[in-house]
């Protein structure tokens, strides 16, 4: 059994000397995976660019419109944290275009994976925080429009970070059910409400953190009944995130992962997984954490 993995090399974006968002992990994670053998050549698939309509479904299309155009005021380019070029936006629309085939490829393998996605902070008309085009809502809105089968979408984003354009996107829609866990205290300072959020103090570690998870996460299964669960894998939550301000270990970030996927395997709920945030000083301790995720999903669904 394949894992599936969307990539492109588009996802390696370059930006500006000293910039902080760490493109480097794009390139590394990958050469990582097929290094150690928990992916082969074959798991891999190229992500290509998301047809207009699927982009349409979650985005206003004025706000689409100017971002593919480079009309973006300088205030909005400010806050999405990236500077504009025609490269960025064949990214965000590839990426996009990534999950969108990763969720069909789940449909068939009960787990796929971006390597890069999880932009939850993309709203319908305006992007921020590194996130310019909302690829798992997108996802989400595909599956209800193509695949009878799915009527039910769970979110489960454990970024560190809320997931807010998600949440507000999905405001009004009751077939997807917006979960998030993050720093009660860390970005954004204005929060959506997802339909249901669990705000974390700083400081909180491995204990705390998978005894809340391993309570809700049943629970919400059993109540929302999904028929597809999107994961968002954000490594932001480990002590050594710059950004993050909560104190999981790679160890209990890896524990946090195989409770997410194993419940999922459990029951029978196909899984797209997006990687989200991380921002540790050290590359390594980025790339380590992610791949443990996919080793996660590869003892599991291998």
Not at 274 to 279: D, E, L, T
């Amino acid at each position: 059994m394949t894992l599936p993995i969307a990539f492109a090399p588009s996802y390696a974006h370059a930006l500006p000397t000293g910039h902080r968002f760490p493109m480097l992990k794009y390139e590394l994670l990958p050469e990582q995976l097929l290094h150690e053998g928990t992916a082969t050549a074959a798991d891999f698939f190229v992500a290509t660019p998301a047809p207009v309509e699927d982009v349409l479904r979650v985005h206003d299309a004025g706000y689409y419109e100017r971002l593919r155009l480079g009309q973006l005021t300088r205030q909005e380019e400010r806050v999405t944290g990236f500077p504009w070029s025609e490269a960025l936006f064949a990214r965000e629309i590839t990426i996009l275009g990534g999950t969108i085939e990763a969720a069909r490829r789940a449909l068939v393998h009960g787990v796929a994976f971006n390597i890069a996605g999880g932009t939850h902070h993309a709203f319908r008309a305006r992007g921020e925080g590194f996130c310019l085009l909302n690829d798992q809502a997108a996802a989400a809105l595909w599956l209800l429009a193509n695949v009878p089968a799915v009527r039910q979408i769970l979110i489960v984003d454990l970024d560190v970070h809320q997931g807010n354009g998600t949440a507000a996107i999905f405001e009004h829609e009751p077939r997807v059910f917006t979960f998030s866990m993050h720093g009660a205290r860390n970005y954004p300072a204005r929060k959506e409400q997802s339909d249901l959020d669990l705000a974390l103090p700083d400081g909180t570690d491995d204990a705390p953190y998978l005894k809340l998870l391993a309570e809700t996460l049943p629970r919400l299964l059993d109540e929302v009944q999904p028929d597809f669960v999107f994961y968002l894998a954000g490594v932001d939550v480990l002590a050594t995130d710059k950004l993050g301000h909560l104190s999981l270990s790679r160890a209990g970030c890896r524990q946090r992962d195989q409770l997410v996927l194993s419940s999922c395997h459990r029951h029978s709920l196909p899984v797209v997984v997006c990687m989200g945030g991380g921002y540790s000083e050290r590359i390594a301790d980025i790339v380590e954490a992610h791949a443990n995720t996919f080793r996660v999903a590869a003892g599991i669904f291998t």
